[in-house]
């Protein structure tokens, strides 16, 4: 039996040559569908029949399915999305107090990172995503809220090590004859992946990048991060500073707040030292729990105590917003198994 055809990974002219439509405006048809969220052929009206039913024999859009759909009382719903090969993903969906909506995506099953306090990182690295794969995730939490506002590709996975996939991905969702996303709305973030910041600054796409620093601590940062080892932090400033000088676009710092450990007064002395005159903004998120990590969630005082500490320091820092805690959705804790 040959195997199905995925569509939601292809341009215009790849779906028309792929599917061998001949008149390559069919393909801009059948792309433009997909980035209306339209999941069969059976809904893409411009089609004849005939050629519905001969494409759905052969082809098929999506390559997944939404296995599960948990919404927390803040209004985050995480999807749990079965790949082809029966791998599970998963993917968020979080909505502001201003009400923008935002895709926190994957782009790999499992993480291979293991940094020592996230969930993901507990779960170890099964395979890279496919441009397709990607894509579905935006396209099923558009058909779950309606236009998104961002995109930011901060789910499970390291994207610095899935940048061709990627690229496509953002190409496709920027396509003029598609979704056409502005990629003024799309982040790419890091654990701290030197190679893959400078390969983002010299080939693009040009978007916003954040860094997951959590410390500046090179030893304290090894033993929470054991991607320092082999991406020490002089070298990863001197990257942001390129990335930022290359491309114009902002980045972000986010430091994950684990109670006693890296909110200290020599924490933020770190993190100045780090930031230097960098034109960074750092969000800190008190560290979200995870069952069976030896960690401690920051109390309001340490947090507040924390900020002020880096503000005195002229550093422009925000404490962001918790959400989808109660899910499995927030910060940290994709891939924990949530009972419904």
């Not at 993190?271 to 990590?293: A, C, D, R, S, Y």
Request: aromatic share 6%.
């Amino acid at each position: 039996m040959t195997e199905k055809i995925y569509l939601s990974g292809l341009f215009p002219e790849e779906i028309a040559e792929t599917l061998e439509l001949g008149a390559t405006f069919r393909g801009k048809q059948i792309f433009k569908w997909i980035a209306a969220g339209v999941s069969s052929f059976e809904g893409m009206t411009n089609l004849s029949l005939d050629l519905r039913d001969s494409l759905s024999k052969k082809a098929s859009v999506f390559s997944s399915f939404v296995s599960q759909k948990l919404v927390d009382p803040d209004g985050t719903i995480k999807l749990q999305i079965t790949l082809h090969d029966s791998l599970c993903i998963e993917t968020v969906l979080l909505i502001d107090s201003e009400g923008r909506k935002t895709a926190c995506v994957s782009c790999q099953a499992g993480c291979a990172m293991a940094c020592a306090f996230c969930q993901t990182g507990k779960l170890g690295f099964a395979r890279n995503l496919t441009a397709g794969e990607i894509v579905e995730q935006f396209l099923y939490l558009e058909k779950e809220c309606g236009k998104l506002d961002n995109i930011v590709f901060m789910g499970m996975g390291e994207p610095m090590l899935n940048l061709p996939e990627i690229r496509k991905a953002i190409a496709i969702l920027a396509h003029k004859d598609g979704r056409n996303l502005s990629t003024r709305r799309i982040t790419i973030s890091t654990s701290g992946v030197i190679k893959g910041i400078y390969d983002l600054a010299d080939n693009g796409p040009a978007v916003r990048l954040a860094v997951s620093l959590t410390t500046a601590d090179q030893q304290l940062r090894e033993t929470l991060m054991p991607i320092a080892k082999s991406n020490p932090l002089p070298e990863l400033s001197k990257a942001i500073r390129y990335y930022i000088e290359k491309t114009g676009k902002r980045c972000t710092l986010e430091a994950a707040l684990l109670s006693g450990i890296n909110t200290t007064q020599e924490s933020a002395n770190n993190i100045k030292k780090f930031v230097g005159n960098l034109p960074i903004h750092v969000n800190v998120i008190p560290w979200n729990p995870v069952e069976g990590l030896p960690y401690r969630e920051p109390d309001v005082n340490e947090c507040a105590n924390f900020i002020k500490l880096l503000e005195q320091k002229k550093i422009n820092v925000t404490q962001r917003t918790r959400r989808g805690r109660k899910i499995g959705g927030a910060c940290g804790q994709l891939g924990k198994t949530v009972k419904i």
